[in-house]
């Protein structure tokens, strides 16, 4: 499946953000999903994941209660919810999918296709 990110830019701290994957090519519905990011000079890092349904999700501890992982099968699209961001929110977030995998995983290595990458920065 190819991925294709938007919605990043400049936010305000405390300010929210919709990012948007939309997927082509392939059946969107077989692939288990999830948003990574990279922090200015730093490694890529897990963000949340989500369930060929939308029925399950995870998220890592830094944005629990804060992101929203969501997907719409009808539209091949997959959706970041963020709000109350932070400076330390400031990256590159990447959208990912993979056919083969059977629970979610916070391992990059594990997710065969990525987005190009939409950045994010929130201001202080």
């Known amino acids: 499946v190819q991925l294709q990110a938007s919605g990043g830019g400049l936010v305000q701290f405390g300010g929210s953000r919709r990012l948007r994957c939309v997927g082509s090519?392939?059946?969107?519905?077989?692939?288990?999903m999830g948003w990574f990011r990279q922090p200015p000079g730093k490694e890529r890092e897990f963000v949340a994941a989500?369930?060929?349904?939308?029925?399950?999700?995870e998220y890592a501890d830094s944005v629990k209660g804060r992101f929203t992982i969501s997907r719409d099968n009808a539209k091949n699209t997959l959706y970041l919810q963020m709000i109350v961001l932070e400076p330390e929110d400031t990256a590159i977030y990447y959208c990912?999918?993979?056919?083969?995998?059977?629970?979610?995983?916070?391992?990059?290595?594990?997710?065969?296709?990525w987005g190009q990458g939409t950045l994010v920065t929130v201001s202080s």
């Open positions: 990912v999918a993979d056919r083969r995998l059977r629970v979610l995983s916070e391992d990059p290595r594990d997710y065969g296709s």
């Open positions: 090519g392939s059946n969107f519905r077989d692939y288990v």
């Open positions: 989500i369930t060929r349904s939308g029925g399950s999700d």
